[in-house]
C-alpha cells in the first residue's frame, strides 16, 4: 500500500514557478516553463534556482521531509499539526553598533573553573595550589568570585545590541549611536546568539547567509544542489515503477539511520571541560580535570581536584592535593587541529562537531565541506561515509549511478552508460526534442546529447563557402572563426578556383587564395 501511495502521489509541481524571470538570460527566456522530467526550463534550459522564484517554503518542506523520523526532527525541524515536519531556517536579525560602544564578552577564564557536582572550601585562584581537603563543604570566600561552569571562557569582544547569550556580560550600546540591523536567513541551530553570530563572521564574506546578499544567493543554490528533493522523495521523481520505489525507500531509510547529521557548534575548550567531567569523572578521591590518571580519581592530581582547563594535563600536587592545570594563553591550538586542514584551533572561537564522527574530531567553520566538491555543508546538513563528510547530492552519488538526463539516482538494473555518464534507459535522449537516441547518431553540446536533425538546425558551423551546414560527420577545414566542407569545390581559391586540400593558402575575411597574385586580382575586382 505504501508503494502504491507513493506511485499515485507522484508530480513535479509544474505549476511551482511558473513564469517567473530567469536570472541569467533575462529577457530571452519567455518565463519558467517546468521541463516534464528534465527539471530544467523548457524555455531557456536554465535550473529553477536561476529564476526568480522564492524558494523559502519549499526548501522548508523539503529538509522538514529530510529530517523526518531522525533523532534530529527537534532540533532542525518542527511538527506541524498534521505531524509532517516542516524546517524552520532560524533566521537571526542582529542590531550592530560602532565598535567602541557595546561589546558582547563572555566570562574570564582566569576565574576558577568547578563542576557542577565538585565540593571545596573555596574556588582556588587559578594555577596557585592548595591543601584543602578534597571533601570539605562548599563555602565560598567573602567577596571572592563566584565559581563559574567550564563553558566560561574569555572570548574576543563581538560589538551587539541584543541579549547576550548564556554567562556572558554585555556593556551596554551607547544611546547616541545609530544602530545597524543585519539579518542571516540560516544560524547554526541550538548555538548561542554569539556562537551562531561568531560562527557565521568566520565563513567566507561571499558565503556568509546575510539577506539580499550573494552569500544568501549562494545558500539558496547550494540548498537546491546539495539537497535535491528527487534523491529523497520517490513522488518527485518520473515515472519509477513499483520496485524502484521500494528500493528508493530503503535507501533513504538507510542513510538516514547511518549517515544524516547535522553539525554542532561549540567552544573547544567547553566540550574538552564536557569530557573531561563527562561519566566517571568523579572518583572517591575527588575530581580531576582530564581523563584517568589514578585509581582513586581521575585527573592528574590524585585525590585531589584539578582547576586547570583545556590546555593539557595539570601539575599533580601529590596525595589529597590539587592538579593546576595551564592555559595556553590566546591564539594558540590548545584545543586541538582541524581535522580538514589540520590547523590549529584558535581558542574562543567556535568549532563544528558532528556527532556521526565523534566528537574527537572538530573543524573550523569553513572547513566543515563536502570532500567531493568541496563547498560549504548547507546549514551544516551532512552524510558520514566511511569518515568522510558528503553533501547529500555527492553521497548519494557514492552510492548509486545518477542519470545525466533527469538527475535522479538510478535505482533499476537496467541502465546505458555514455560519454563518461549513466542514464536511464528512457532518459538518453536529444537535449533539444526529447527524441530517443539508442542507436541514433548524436553529438554532444555542452556536455548535453544532440540528435543530429536538431544539431544540424542549432549548432552546426556553415560552410564559408556553399553557406550550408556542415554536417558532424562530414571532414572539414577551420580557419579561425571560418570553416569549409573539406571537399575540391568548397575549399578552393576565391579567385582562381584551384583545390586548396594540402596546399599552402591565405584566408582573408572568409576568402581563400593560392598566392598573393589571386588576392590582388580579387581585391581589385
Known sequence: MEVEREIKKMTLGHDFGAGASCLKCKDKCEGFELHFWRKICRNCKCGLTDHDVQMDTEENKKVGKLFEDTKYTGLIAKLKTDGVPTYQGNAVTISLAGPATASLVLPSAAASVLPPHATASTAPPHGSPSAAPHNATATPAPGSAPA????????????VSVNSAAQANVVPARKDVPMQSITYEWAPPGATQYLAVRYIELLPPEKRPVAGTEGAAYRRQ?????????????????????????????????????????GDIRLPEEMASMQAWGPGGVGDGGVGSRPGAGPGGVGSGAGGVGSGGWAGPGAGAGPGGVGAGTWAGPGTGAGGSCHQCQKPMRQGEPAVYAERAGYDKLWHPACFVCCTCSELLVDMIYFLKKGKLYCGRHYGDSEKPRCGGCDELIFSNEYTQAEDQNWHLKHFCCFECDCVLAGETYVMENDKPVCKPCYMKSHAVRCAACQQPVEPEAQRVSYGE??????????????????????????????LFCSVECKKKKTAA
Do not use: I, N
Not at 224 to 253: G, I, N, T, W
Open 482 to 511: 571560418h570553416h569549409w566542407h573539406a571537399q575540391p569545390q568548397c575549399f578552393q581559391c576565391s579567385g582562381c578556383a584551384k583545390c586548396l586540400m594540402g596546399e599552402r593558402f591565405m584566408a582573408t575575411q572568409g576568402f
Open 222 to 262: 547550494q540548498m537546491a544542489r546539495q539537497l535535491p528533493e528527487h534523491d529523497q522523495d520517490p513522488s518527485m521523481c518520473h515515472e519509477l515503477s513499483p520496485d524502484e520505489v521500494k528500493l528508493m525507500q530503503q535507501f533513504v531509510r538507510k542513510y538516514k539511520d547511518e549517515a544524516l547529521g547535522v
Open 148 to 159: 563559574v561552569p567550564p563553558s566560561a571562557v574569555r572570548a574576543a569582544a563581538l560589538p
